[in-house]
């Protein structure tokens, strides 16, 4: 019985894996018999390094600490000095010869000293090249002979389903291997202010694996391991990875910078929804459409248009506002690209000169609602937001539960056209939205010094 479940295993696993077997005869060991990964964990082990980090905490004051009685009376210093905090992670080395590390910026952010220990057992103190918050992504160098480093793979050609496995240090236990498969790309919404097309996996992350290697079976990086969904502290299958080719694009302007000196084209944009495009008569399933340009940007000197939808930058596609975010975000400021770009039904190559990013940077944002019940509109006035400022219909007041407000629409919003077209009045809007009474209507609406469409039927 043991042996014909045995050998059922086998073939399952023959089944799922055989296009990497076959690719990779060391992934059988005749020997033995069995399947196994342990010839490529041998390779990259060495590569995959314990970060442990010294930092300062705050001591957390007790009320009574600022009676003068009891700070007489206890003999309380006039201070409380910051306690050392030990944290630990993990950290991929790239650059054997020049001792580069890859982690996270959350594992050494705040550090004071930041050891990094090897499979040999050494311990090297690290010195930090550069961060960046925004992707999460950090720097270290060390000073050591006989460094492995690992192979970078290439995280654009990554495929759902695709077998993965994930190196690091969970909870300071020492090095741990565990292995999943890809379980979504391109997923966002962890750290909203940050860059993020984060690689999604089963494979068990825990933390302290933070920093490590997300890693394809002919042992590959593909992926710097950030963070999990933990709703009870532990891993429950979801864990997510920075991809290496962002992770890369960030180490070379560290090392080179010290810092990432990210582009902007100046444009406020959106998701080209399929609602959005059948209203605005888009022939396009994909890309960013441009709600908003900033005066004097790079998009401005181009040429680019408030309903430009833009679909590629140098060639690579952009299926919505998050990759063009990324996209633009990673070249430096100065570069010259070319966009590919729609507009009124022709498709447009522009090339652009990156400008340096701005604390507003681009605006992504979405809406899609099904009717203006609940909403009440006027013409605008002094001291409404946005007069002076454009042309509209102001949203004044909106009922409470309302299907508007349900769907998007706020008060002090100034609706400024449908469907591209300028309004001015009332009538010019219930006009225009009779006219689309048959397809969707787009409302170019202002909001916060932003422009955005909103979709109603």
Known sequence: MISQIARL???????????????????????????????????????????????????????????PFFREFFDFPPQLQPQPQLSAGSGVIIDAESGYILTNNHVVESAREITVTLTDRRDIIAEVVGTDPATDIAVLRVEADGLTEVKMGNSDTLQVG???????????????????????????????????????????INPGNSGGALLTLDGKLIGINSAIIAPAGGN?????????????????????FGEVRRGQLGVMIQDLTPDLAQALGIDAERGAIISQIVPG?????????????????????????????????????????????LRDGRALALMAQIGTR????????????????????????????????????????????????????????VITAVNNAPIDTVDDMVSALEAAASVPAALSVYRNGAAIYIVVR
Request: charged share 15%; no cysteine.
């Open 9 to 67: 295993v086998l073939v399952l696993f023959w089944a799922f894996a055989a296009v990497p077997i076959q690719a990779q005869p060391d992934l059988f060991d005749e020997q033995r018999g069995v399947p196994t990964i342990a010839s490529v964990i041998a390779t990259v082990s060495d590569a995959v390094v314990n970060v442990s980090v010294v930092s300062e905490q705050s001591m957390q004051l007790n009320p009574l600490f600022n009676d």
């Open 162 to 204: 695709d077998f993965v496995v994930a190196v690091g240090n969970p909870f300071g236990l020492g090095q741990t291997v565990t292995s999943g498969i890809i379980s979504a790309l391109g997923r966002s919404g962890i750290n909203p202010e940050g860059y993020e097309d984060f690689i999604q996996t089963d494979a068990s």
């Open 236 to 256: 429950v299958g979801i864990g997510f990875a920075v991809p290496i080719n962002m992770a890369r694009g960030v180490m070379e302007q560290l090392v080179t």
């Open 297 to 341: 940007s790079a998009a401005e000197a181009v040429g680019l248009k408030a309903g430009d939808v833009i679909l590629a930058v140098d060639g690579e596609n952009v299926e919505d506002s998050g990759d063009l975010r990324n996209l633009v975000g990673m070249i430096p400021p100065g570069s010259e690209v070319e966009l590919s770009v």
């Open 358 to 413: 701005q604390a507003s940077g681009e605006h992504e944002a979405s809406a899609s609602i099904e009717i203006l019940d609940g909403a009440v509109f006027s013409e605008l006035r002094p001291g409404m937001p946005g007069y002076g400022e454009v042309k509209g219909i102001a949203v004044t007041s909106l009922s409470p539960g309302s299907a508007a407000g349900r769907a998007g629409l706020r008060e002090g919003d």
